[in-house]
T-cell receptor
Framework: NAGVTQTPKFQVLKTGQSMTLQCAQD?????MSWYRQDPGMGLRLIHY???????DQGEVPNGYNVSRSTTEDFPLRLLSAAPSQTSVYFC????????????FGNGTRLTVT | GNSVTQMEGPVTLSEEAFLTINCTYT??????LFWYVQYPGEGLQLLLK?????DKGSNKGFEATYRKETTSFHLEKGSVQVSDSAVYFC??????????FGGGTRLMVKP
């Protein structure tokens, strides 16, 4: 009963490097989303998906790309990392959007130097 | 616009004290309201929710009532325990498929 699995747990990047944060869920949830958590600012939505092949932008999408080729996976790509992207990133899934409880992964702590 | 404002922490209480964490929101229409809790090193978990005015959400001794007239959803618990130490987030879903979160309130309960 894995739920939502995020990898890696920690990552350090240099400015300009690219990387992909992985997210997988085994609950057959249609809705998946990525948030970033910054001190005092709560969680802000980066991108979300309401099903395989469908993605949309959230509140803070710049500098990030997503794709949803399968129901299970929703990777988040940083194209050219910047110090402003230092944050904790959470992936979440739910059965039917925000009306259903969101199930969160344990987060990825990213530092960009 | 849509926003959620909650009291800044940390809130420090002794075990068995009464807890209130204030939350107010701005939204168009009638959003559903949520409280999520984040224990150290973990992701957020849904604590309780309310979907319409005057609804009361409750779970694990925590309660919150959807007050449309004051646009508030304050979290309360009559007697906190050390195990309740965590960060609490208020949120609403007025923005369609997006949840709008408050900044979080850290609760520290001392034995």
């Amino acid at each position: 009963n894995a739920g939502v699995t995020q990898t890696p747990k920690f990552q350090v990047l240099k400015t300009g490097q690219s990387m992909t944060l992985q997210c997988a869920q085994d609950m057959n949830h249609e809705y998946m989303s990525w948030y970033r958590q910054d001190p005092g600012m709560g969680l802000r939505l980066i991108h979300y998906s309401v099903g395989a092949g469908i993605t949309d932008q959230g509140e803070v999408p710049n500098g990030y790309n997503v794709s949803r080729s399968t129901t299970e996976d929703f990777p988040l790509r940083l194209l050219s990392a910047a110090p402003s992207q230092t944050s904790v990133y959470f992936c979440a899934s739910s059965y039917s959007g925000t009306a259903s409880p969101l199930h969160f992964g344990n987060g990825t702590r990213l530092t960009v130097t | 616009g849509n926003s959620v404002t909650q009291m800044e922490g940390p809130v420090t209480l002794s075990e068995e004290a009464f807890l209130t964490i204030n939350c107010t929101y701005t939204a168009t229409g009638y959003p559903s309201l949520f409280w999520y809790v984040q224990y150290p090193g973990e992701g957020l978990q849904l604590l309780l929710k309310a979907t319409k005015a005057d609804d009361k959400g409750s779970n694990k001794g925590f309660e919150a009532t959807y007050r449309k007239e004051t646009t508030s959803f304050h979290l309360e618990k009559g007697s906190v325990q050390v195990s309740d130490s965590a960060v609490y987030f208020c949120a609403h879903d007025n923005a369609g498929n997006m949840l709008t979160f408050g900044g979080g309130t850290r609760l520290m309960v001392k034995p």
